[in-house]
């Protein structure tokens, strides 16, 4: 029995994840010579903490791709969610509790339009999601009048800036909604189908999945993942800003991408997906800290995720 | 008349088979030759080896008696030989002058752009010329299954096709449309186009060609004058005289019945009844498009029926959809194990376990030991040829795919299995193997419905057989009282 077991331990690392995490350590690694402030503690933390926004959405793109789907209004979902919780709180008076509510349940309910539109009406998810993305920015802009929404209670702050020992919170809340994601996607009847769903839409129909309502699940999820992105965000800002999230979707898309998933559906994983997440942060605060310009990074972000892929492509 | 096309000792070889062995075959002038045979007697070779696809290992083509070598379809097209076979190669978002031009488009030479006004015009010539009753600007999306066809045709005739080979191109025709398509053949005729025919379906063979060749596993056995041959004598032809005796006699179920089909129709089926009975092989035998899958997916409630009743172990009950027919433990291999049996991304455990994992579920979340239990339970009795339960479904062959198709509805508990074309591109080996799989669900009193092209395995497997021909049942007969040769003249639209 020893053989299955040894197997196991190995698959925690499949070879699609393992492309990425060979490369996240390599960069690691190479700005930990370059520069003396990047490996640290605090600097470590830090890029956990930059991550948790781009990570968090992964999580619920993760399921999204994994279903053979796309989620393009994952950036909308967070900057409408944290308007509407900043709006609550600060112009409505109302507690912590009640705005973050308010701001789950707005990605929710943009999750499940999304999912409605593409299962019933039949719309593909790039232009359904697009179109829910541009009306959801045009709330968000409707609603501050395109201006930031502050005056936001202390408790909230706590949010994106505190922390529970060494840990800052919103590193927490990764690893709560990673476990949650894995169990989900690895554990249950749920994640069983959005693979089935993903890999085999025909077969999953006649094997009889109600494919249609696990697919509004799985946006539903989405936009609940990318809502409290959203809330992390305004608690950072200390503010609902109706851009915030503007770019956030392809940053998502690319952190699963560089995990492992396939866009084609079927394939894919959180594990994957956080590294991806990880990746991208690592980079961004590498290249800071050796100064590298932002318009830079740009560039070079985008040559890491086509090498990424195309790696991952040739020793499938 | 002079031969125009002459086909000498071809002979072509793929890994294990011998799919074509010194055929001889020739085709006059203005004539109509049909191509007859059973499943894998070696037509569809044949006539890839003439339009290019197939390179032969042995023999020749002769054209007007020049030697030719054709090493692609487009070597075969330059010598006027078109193929319209049974999946059209048309886009559906063009028209029909575009489409008849693809890739053919006149240039302007005064500007070096497409002369889109020429195309056109080719195209009505074209289509007048051949009295094809086509609008140029229709877009093929819009027009009928027939008229499809008539745009291959004119695709063919628009190089100056001399010879036009159809494979089965009444299959998913009306009445009234073979008609049409009768007269177009007999008016290219006319215009000097010969035409090789093939087809299943004897009466329209009989009717419409002047010689016909039988072919049987990869060799001519006959090639006649049609007048000068009953039916009778080309289905022995086909069929062959051996086999029939080498077939055991499977013995007479007389149990309760499980499923009871009554006066089952919809758009494809028209009026279908039959029981199938607790621990029976119910063999179905029927041409492409003769309405088998169709049926069955109306019995699983993946399409959706329009008159008729379904009875499942003495109760009636409405199937809406395949959840449905899944709770009355109904279990459905597909035609197409790829597109619609398996999930190529996912391991053997997960495969089999797909359908029923609420099974495995414990607090929310699926038991893996359970789970791997159960396809490993499934694996050693279905005999699966798999390293571990892990292994990837991509990995495994055919046979062993198919298995787990079947372990999958196992799993889920299905007592009534609807197998369609389980053997469909495996190799000989794993046929036998699904054959034993059969059986051996059979002893275990499960009921199982076999289709398959392959009228010698349908007889071989089955306890009972019934004919479909046209979305009909034609025929219904105990394995024993049953032979090949009466199999094929049900299937063929014989009475």
Same mark, same amino acid.
């Given at each position: 029995?020893?053989?299955?077991?040894?197997?196991?331990?190995?698959?925690?690392?499949?070879?699609?994840?393992?492309?990425?995490?060979?490369?996240?350590?390599?960069?690691?690694?190479?700005?930990?010579?370059?520069?003396?402030?990047?490996?640290?503690?605090?600097?470590?933390?830090?890029?956990?903490?930059?991550?948790?926004?781009?990570?968090?959405?992964?999580? @619920?793109?993760?399921?999204?791709?994994?279903? !053979?789907?796309?989620?393009?209004?994952?950036?909308?979902?967070?900057?409408?969610? /944290?308007?509407?919780?900043?709006?609550?709180?600060?112009?409505?008076?109302?507690?912590?509790?009640?705005?973050?509510?308010?701001?789950?349940?707005?990605?929710?309910?943009?999750? =499940?339009?999304?999912?409605?539109?593409?299962?019933? !009406?039949?719309?593909?998810?790039?232009?359904?999601?697009?179109?829910?993305?541009?009306?959801?920015?045009?709330?968000?802009?409707?609603?501050?009048?395109?201006?930031?929404?502050?005056?936001?209670?202390?408790? =909230?702050?706590?949010?994106?800036?505190?922390?529970? !020992?060494?840990?800052?919170?919103?590193? =927490?809340?990764?690893?709560?909604?990673?476990?949650?994601? +894995?169990?989900?996607?690895?554990?249950?009847?749920? /994640?069983?189908?959005?693979?089935?769903?993903?890999?085999?839409?025909?077969?999953?129909?006649?094997?009889?999945?109600?494919?249609?309502?696990?697919?509004?699940?799985? +946006?539903?999820?989405?936009?609940?993942?990318?809502?409290?992105?959203?809330?992390?965000?305004?608690?950072?800002?200390?503010?609902?800003?109706?851009?915030?999230?503007?770019?956030?979707?392809?940053?998502?898309?690319?952190?699963?991408?560089?995990?492992?998933?396939?866009?084609?559906?079927?394939?894919?994983?959180?594990? @994957?997906?956080?590294?991806?997440?990880?990746?991208?942060?690592?980079?961004?605060?590498?290249?800071?800290?050796?100064?590298?310009?932002? +318009?830079?990074?740009?560039?070079?972000?985008?040559?890491?995720?086509?090498?990424?892929?195309?790696?991952?492509?040739?020793?499938? | 008349?002079?031969?125009?096309?002459?086909?000498?000792?071809?002979? *072509?070889?793929?890994?294990?088979?011998?799919?074509?062995?010194?055929?001889?075959?020739?085709?006059?002038?203005?004539?109509?030759?049909?191509?007859? %045979?059973? &499943?894998?007697?070696? *037509?569809?070779?044949?006539?890839?080896?003439?339009?290019?696809?197939?390179?032969?290992?042995?023999?020749?083509?002769?054209?007007?008696?020049?030697?030719?070598?054709?090493?692609?379809?487009?070597?075969?097209?330059?010598?006027?030989?078109?193929?319209?076979?049974?999946?059209?190669?048309?886009?559906?978002?063009?028209?029909?002058?575009?489409?008849?031009?693809?890739?053919?488009?006149?240039?302007?030479?005064?500007?070096?752009?497409?002369?889109?006004?020429?195309?056109?015009?080719?195209?009505?010539?074209?289509?007048?010329?051949?009295?094809?009753?086509?609008?140029?600007?229709?877009?093929?999306?819009?027009?009928?299954?027939?008229?499809?066809?008539?745009?291959?045709?004119?695709?063919?005739?628009?190089?100056?096709?001399?010879?036009?080979?159809?494979?089965?191109?009444?299959?998913?025709?009306?009445?009234?449309?073979?008609?049409?398509?009768?007269?177009?053949?007999?008016?290219?005729?006319?215009?000097?186009?010969?035409?090789?025919?093939?087809?299943?379906?004897?009466?329209?063979?009989?009717?419409?060609?002047?010689?016909?060749?039988?072919?049987?596993?990869?060799?001519?056995?006959?090639?006649?004058?049609?007048?000068?041959?009953?039916?009778?004598?080309?289905?022995?032809?086909?069929?062959?005289?051996?086999?029939?005796?080498?077939?055991?006699?499977?013995?007479?179920?007389?149990?309760?019945?499980?499923?009871?089909?009554?006066?089952?129709?919809?758009?494809?089926?028209?009026?279908?009844?039959?029981?199938?009975?607790?621990?029976?092989?119910?063999?179905?035998?029927?041409?492409?498009?003769?309405?088998?899958?169709?049926?069955?997916?109306?019995?699983?409630?993946?399409?959706?029926?329009?008159?008729?009743?379904?009875?499942?172990?003495?109760?009636?009950?409405?199937?809406?959809?395949?959840?449905?027919?899944?709770?009355?433990?109904?279990?459905?291999?597909?035609?197409?194990?790829?597109?619609?049996?398996?999930?190529?991304?996912?391991?053997?455990?997960?495969?089999?376990?797909?359908?029923?994992?609420?099974?495995?579920?414990?607090?929310?979340?699926?038991?893996?030991?359970?789970?791997?239990?159960?396809?490993?339970?499934?694996?050693?009795?279905?005999?699966? *040829?798999?390293?571990?339960?892990?292994?990837?479904?991509? &990995?495994?062959?055919?046979?062993?795919?198919? *298995?787990?198709?079947?372990?999958?509805?196992?799993?889920?508990?299905?007592?009534?299995?609807?197998?369609?074309?389980?053997?469909?591109?495996?190799?000989?080996?794993?046929?036998?193997?699904?054959?034993?799989?059969?059986?051996?669900?059979?002893?275990?009193?499960?009921?199982?419905?076999?289709?398959?092209?392959?009228?010698?395995?349908?007889?071989?497997?089955?306890?009972?057989?019934?004919?479909?021909?046209?979305?009909?049942?034609?025929?219904?007969?105990?394995?024993?009282?049953?032979?090949?040769?009466?199999?094929?003249?049900?299937?063929?639209? %014989?009475?």
């Amino acid at each position: 029995m020893k053989g299955p077991e040894n197997k196991r331990k190995i698959k925690l690392l499949k070879q699609r994840e393992f492309i990425a995490f060979a490369a996240l350590i390599i960069i690691f690694m190479a700005f930990s010579l370059a520069s003396e402030n990047f490996f640290t503690l605090f600097n470590v933390m830090n890029i956990f903490r930059q991550a948790s926004i781009n990570a968090i959405i992964a999580v @619920g793109m993760t399921f999204v791709i994994i279903s !053979g789907g796309i989620d393009l209004s994952v950036g909308a979902i967070v900057s409408l969610s /944290g308007v509407m919780a900043a709006m609550v709180m600060g112009n409505w008076g109302m507690n912590s509790v009640v705005g973050v509510l308010c701001g789950l349940i707005v990605g929710i309910v943009i999750g =499940f339009i999304n999912g409605f539109v593409i299962t019933k !009406g039949g719309v593909p998810p790039i232009i359904a999601t697009v179109a829910s993305m541009t009306i959801a920015k045009g709330l968000a802009l409707v609603l501050t009048g395109g201006r930031s929404v502050t005056n936001l209670p202390d408790s =909230f702050s706590v949010i994106g800036r505190g922390n529970i !020992g060494a840990l800052p919170i919103p590193v =927490f809340i990764i690893i709560i909604t990673y476990v949650f994601g +894995y169990v989900l996607l690895k554990k249950t009847r749920f /994640g069983a189908t959005v693979f089935g769903i993903g890999g085999n839409e025909e077969a999953a129909r006649l094997a009889g999945t109600s494919v249609e309502w696990v697919k509004i699940r799985v +946006y539903m999820f989405c936009g609940a993942m990318s809502a409290i992105s959203g809330l992390i965000m305004a608690s950072r800002l200390n503010s609902g800003q109706p851009l915030a999230g503007d770019g956030l979707d392809l940053n998502a898309i690319a952190a699963v991408v560089i995990g492992g998933a396939s866009v084609n559906g079927g394939v894919g994983g959180v594990v @994957g997906s956080l590294i991806g997440a990880l990746l991208m942060s690592v980079l961004t605060n590498g290249f800071d800290l050796i100064g590298m310009g932002r +318009y830079y990074q740009m560039i070079f972000t985008g040559i890491v995720l086509i090498l990424a892929v195309t790696l991952q492509k040739k020793t499938r | 008349m002079a031969e125009l096309l002459k086909v000498v000792d071809i002979t *072509k070889r793929f890994p294990g088979v011998l799919a074509l062995d010194k055929v001889n075959f020739s085709l006059k002038e203005g004539e109509i030759h049909a191509l007859v %045979g059973a &499943n894998g007697a070696g *037509k569809s070779t044949l006539i890839k080896t003439l339009a290019g696809v197939h390179m032969p290992d042995g023999g020749w083509i002769e054209l007007g008696g020049e030697k030719q070598l054709f090493r692609t379809p487009n070597d075969a097209k330059e010598k006027g030989i078109a193929v319209i076979y049974q999946e059209f190669t048309l886009f559906s978002d063009l028209d029909v002058a575009k489409n008849i031009y693809f890739g053919e488009e006149p240039i302007s030479d005064r500007t070096r752009l497409i002369d889109w006004k020429t195309v056109y015009k080719n195209a009505e010539e074209l289509l007048n010329k051949f009295d094809l009753d086509l609008n140029v600007h229709a877009k093929i999306r819009d027009l009928s299954v027939a008229q499809q066809q008539m745009v291959e045709i004119a695709k063919a005739l628009s190089y100056n096709a001399k010879i036009l080979i159809m494979d089965e191109p009444t299959a998913t025709l009306t009445i009234q449309e073979v008609e049409q398509l009768f007269d177009i053949i007999e008016d290219l005729r006319k215009k000097g186009v010969s035409i090789i025919y093939i087809s299943h379906r004897l009466d329209e063979v009989t009717r419409i060609s002047d010689r016909l060749t039988v072919l049987r596993n990869g060799t001519v056995v006959e090639t006649a004058v049609t007048n000068e041959v009953s039916k009778e004598e080309i289905i022995k032809l086909m069929v062959g005289e051996d086999i029939d005796n080498q077939i055991k006699e499977n013995k007479v179920i007389d149990s309760e019945p499980v499923l009871k089909v009554e006066n089952l129709s919809n758009q494809y089926i028209h009026d279908v009844s039959f029981t199938l009975k607790k621990g029976e092989v119910l063999g179905i035998a029927g041409l492409v498009g003769a309405g088998r899958t169709e049926c069955m997916r109306a019995i699983f409630g993946a399409d959706s029926i329009t008159d008729g009743r379904i009875e499942v172990f003495g109760e009636e009950c409405r199937i809406k959809g395949p959840k449905d027919a899944i709770s009355h433990r109904i279990g459905l291999l597909p035609e197409s194990r790829k597109e619609q049996g398996l999930f190529m991304n996912l391991n053997i455990r997960r495969n089999i376990a797909m359908v029923n994992l609420k099974k495995f579920i414990s607090f929310f979340l699926i038991n893996t030991k359970k789970e791997r239990q159960e396809a490993e339970k499934q694996i050693d009795n279905l005999k699966i *040829k798999t390293p571990t339960a892990e292994f990837p479904v991509l &990995n495994l062959s055919g046979g062993n795919q198919q *298995k787990v198709v079947l372990g999958k509805w196992l799993c889920a508990n299905s007592d009534i299995l609807i197998l369609d074309e389980p053997t469909r591109g495996v190799d000989v080996g794993a046929k036998e193997e699904i054959f034993q799989a059969i059986y051996a669900l059979a002893k275990q009193d499960k009921s199982v419905i076999f289709i398959s092209s392959e009228l010698e395995e349908v007889l071989r497997v089955s306890n009972r057989v019934i004919t479909m021909y046209k979305g009909r049942i034609t025929g219904e007969f105990e394995q024993k009282n049953l032979t090949l040769n009466e199999m094929m003249k049900y299937i063929t639209g %014989g009475q």
